[in-house]
């Protein structure tokens, strides 16, 4: 059974797309058949994070257009088998996602792969709306910051009441937080909105909480999503993140601060705050 | 004073600056509460307190402030709760 996942968060700049290509290289790589699709119309750049950005010949659009085929508009990513992206049209026609269209490509391609992950826009505009429509689970990314993670609970209440399951009153798509950009050091020192601050606001089951981390850019830059940085803290993140979205028991990382025991001994908080 | 404000320069670079994440917290909690609230409300809602209040106002000098509209469900049934403050009879002379 195909389970379509949509990476979404409402503000921009959190992280869904570095999410979005992570997840599915980390899916691909335990041999699930993944397909990741870029739902950002007008602003393609999930082509660029994957490093697959000139060998996009056709897209989304064409394909709901019927202008190309699923097969000629899926580009076989190079670092990982069976893994497939789907990349966004650069049209600034906003009516170019239909929902029947999207629908029929779900469709299709839920045919072959296990996993659909789509990538969405910020905002809560048409492509935002239908990356969630069909979602079986949400990955709602959020940086520990106050219009992040107001946005993010917009977001809840949409995954709620404006999807598939919610219209046929089956079982609500199921909520994951992902909580990304987090420092550590910047918790412990008061400036920053801690693990249990945002999970008491939000109050949705944690997945992962993703480093602030150097290495991030460092993957964009190159093209290579960051989860295959084994060396990296954010790399090694998302590969937790990855294994408890499957069911397994992994312990959470890179949620305090290494302190030095002589410091450990006078901060009481901040265990309290894990 | 000169020496004051020297002294007063000294000090707070040593001082750590005020913790502000308990601060965004607090101002989350309200707003995201407040906008729960809203959430399963109609679309309609602003415009038909609009109208409702242009109707008033035909009859009765008000304020903005003065109608108060909530939504409020119940199991199977919504009960639209209007509150109107009308202006005091000395203020109507």
């Not at chain 2, 008000?62 to 909530?70: A, F, G, H, L, T």
Request: charged share 30%.
């Amino acid at each position: 059974m195909t389970k379509i996942i949509v990476i979404t968060s409402g503000k921009g700049g959190v992280g869904k797309t570095t999410t979005s290509a992570s997840f599915a290289v980390g899916l691909a790589t335990r041999g699930f058949k993944t397909v990741v699709i870029d739902f950002d119309i007008g602003l393609r750049n999930l082509d660029l994070i994957m490093g697959c950005e000139r060998r996009v010949v056709y897209d989304f659009v064409n394909v709901i257009r019927g202008e190309a085929s699923l097969q000629q508009a899926l580009i076989r990513d190079k670092h990982v088998k069976d893994l497939y992206i789907l990349a966004a049209s650069q049209t600034r026609d906003k009516d170019a996602l239909t929902s029947e269209g999207v629908e029929a490509v779900l469709k299709e391609l839920s045919k072959t792969f296990d996993y659909i992950i789509c990538d969405s826009p910020a905002g809560i505009e048409r492509g935002a709306q239908l990356a969630m429509y069909f979602a079986d689970s949400a990955i709602i990314v959020t940086n520990p910051e106050v219009s992040s993670v107001r946005d993010s609970d917009r977001i809840l209440g949409l995954l709620a009441s404006k999807t598939l399951r919610a219209k046929e009153g089956r079982e609500p798509v199921s909520e994951h937080l992902l909580l990304t950009r987090y420092s550590p050091k910047r918790v412990a020192n008061g400036d920053m909105l801690s693990l249990s601050d945002v999970n008491d606001i939000l109050s949705i089951p944690l997945l992962a909480v993703i480093p602030e981390s150097q290495a991030v850019l460092r993957a964009s830059n190159s093209g290579v999503p960051v989860l295959l940085d084994k060396e990296s803290d954010a790399g090694q993140a998302y590969h937790d993140a990855v294994a408890r979205f499957l069911g397994e028991e992994v312990p959470h990382r890179f949620i305090s601060e290494k302190t030095p025991w002589f410091k450990r001994l006078f901060s009481f908080k901040e265990k309290e705050a894990v | 004073m000169i020496i004051q404000d020297q002294l007063n320069k000294i000090l707070n670079y040593f001082r750590r600056p005020e913790a502000t994440a308990q601060c965004a917290k607090e101002r989350l909690q309200i707003i995201i509460a407040h906008e729960r609230d809203e959430r399963g409300n109609p679309d309609y809602l602003p415009s038909l307190q609009k109208d409702l209040l242009d109707v008033i106002a035909k009859y009765v000098k008000i304020k903005r402030d003065d109608v108060k509209i909530e939504l409020e469900r119940q199991d199977g049934c919504s009960i639209l709760e209007l509150n109107i403050v009308l202006p005091s009879a000395q203020e109507k002379s």
